[in-house]
């Protein structure tokens, strides 16, 4: 990672006699960052955290079972994906906001910008529907040969030099638990009165200075800490609370436009004596509906499951943040609002295998050309294969001495086992991904209702 020498101020706020965070103190450079958080895919922020596990934080920074989903895919060989182009797909998820988030004051994402390929002169003269790719191994609908020469197109949505998300004049209060509002005094006072503070005499001010290991950091408290600020600086252990899954009741749960029909089965091999999920053996529709999680990003996963789990990550609150943040006042337009309320997935990571109703950013209108869809469907694994998955979603691939392997390591009793096909629909599919973002059972938390 290039390291980047900017760094931006943030006052900080403490309890001197109780030691944490009370709140701090930022401008717009802070709080777009902290904003753009919501537009990661969770892919992007396993990337992201594996990278970076050698500074400031004490554990390795293991999110539920997002870890293991990512390192499947990469042990995964090649031949399993629908085409050459969609592991790397899944392994370096693309952000929809991109675009806006290179205009960070500090950018933590790496990626390199999009690059766009075409196919040679002679063709793209004579044809009069050009291709365009985002990949240089993928082929020209016109001559199937691959399109590998570089293109340029003009990206007219440059810098304005006027702040991100938030108007670049606005500043801000952020609490320990990542509420961010307006910095007015009464309300910071109001919010103080709430996590009983009583007396000026013990606030203590503290001035720090945030790059990108600092930022990366925060994101990382930001999912696995409740009090990020107060273990970001005050260098106190996060505690990860284990959750429990609670669902709210189907009645409850929101379902504008957020209801899908599309349905699967997966074989669970159980265990008679504890009624345990041990495995899945599973097609590779039930393995792509497990991996494109990690395209999901986390402002989308927080908005899918506080409709209908009662238990998410503190970043929720950054969420309800923006919700709560006047659109004229202190965003530049409802349609960057919109972006960290709703973001959505990046071009061409649609997949017709996710039971969970996802929308897909529209291709960017800088270039007028075809851009050809790197998968070449709607999918990005080939059909046709089966996997095995354990409870904390190792992805291999099926066959018997792999299965019987995995039994005996956990000493479970042939006469022990029996298996069950079980329905997955669109609750399941929740279930699964807040089991995936905050246990290592994840089979177990999403399909235990499944189970006799
Ligand atoms: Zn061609």
Request: proline share 3%; glycine share 2%.
């Amino acid at each position: 990672m290039a390291a980047s020498k900017v760094q931006i101020p943030l006052k900080v706020v403490i309890h001197k006699q109780e030691e944490r965070v009370l709140y701090a103190e930022a401008n717009s450079d802070f709080v777009d960052i902290l904003f753009s958080f919501l537009t990661m895919p969770m892919g992007t922020i396993i990337r992201f955290l594996s990278k970076h596990s050698n500074t400031t934080l004490p554990a390795a920074a293991v999110i539920g079972s997002f870890n293991n989903l990512y390192k499947s895919i990469s042990n995964l060989q090649t031949r399993y994906f629908a085409t050459e182009v969609c592991k790397d797909m899944l392994l370096n998820t693309r952000n929809s906001a991109e675009v806006e988030c290179r205009k960070l004051k500090v950018n933590i994402d790496d990626i390199r910008p999009i690059e766009y390929f075409t196919c040679d002169l002679k063709c793209t003269s004579e044809n009069f529907d050009a291709y365009v790719s985002t990949y240089n191994c993928v082929k020209c609908k016109n001559c199937s040969r691959f399109l590998e020469n570089k293109a340029y197109f003009t990206d007219t949505r440059g810098e304005d030099g006027q702040g991100v998300f938030v108007h670049r004049t606005a500043s801000f209060v952020i609490t320990d638990d990542l509420h961010v509002i307006p910095i007015i005094p009464a309300a910071t006072l109001a919010l103080l009165e709430k996590t009983g503070f009583t007396d000026f005499g013990v606030l203590e001010e503290r001035n720090f200075h945030l790059g990108s290991t600092e930022i990366l950091d925060l994101l990382k408290y930001s999912i696995l800490s409740k009090t990020p600020l107060t273990s970001m600086f005050l260098g106190k252990n996060y505690v990860i609370v284990d959750k429990t899954i609670q669902t709210i009741t189907n009645s409850q749960m929101s379902t504008e436009g957020n209801t899908s029909d599309k349905k699967m089965t997966v074989k669970v091999l159980v265990q008679k004596s504890n009624n345990k999920i041990l495995l899945a053996e599973a097609a590779e529709d039930f393995a792509e509906l497990l991996f494109t999680f990690l395209s999901i990003p986390l402002g989308k996963v927080i908005s899918l499951l506080s409709a209908s789990h009662s238990s998410t990550v503190v970043a929720e609150n950054l969420n309800k943040s923006v919700s709560d943040l006047n659109v004229n006042r202190y965003f530049k337009s409802q349609k960057l609002k919109n972006m960290l309320l709703d973001p959505k997935l990046a071009e061409h990571y649609y997949s017709s295998n996710q039971i969970i109703p996802l929308k897909q950013a529209a291709t960017p209108s800088l270039c007028c050309e075809h851009l050809v869809n790197p998968k070449g469907s709607d999918v990005f694994m080939k059909a046709r294969t089966m996997f095995m998955v354990t409870d904390d979603l190792v992805v291999t691939p099926l066959s018997s001495a792999t299965c019987f392997n995995y039994l005996n390591s956990l000493k479970v009793p042939p006469s022990d086992v029996k298996d069950q096909v079980v329905n997955i629909d669109m609750q399941e599919a929740l279930n699964l991904l807040w089991a995936t973002l905050n246990t290592s059972s994840v089979l177990n938390n999403g399909l235990k209702d499944s189970v006799e």
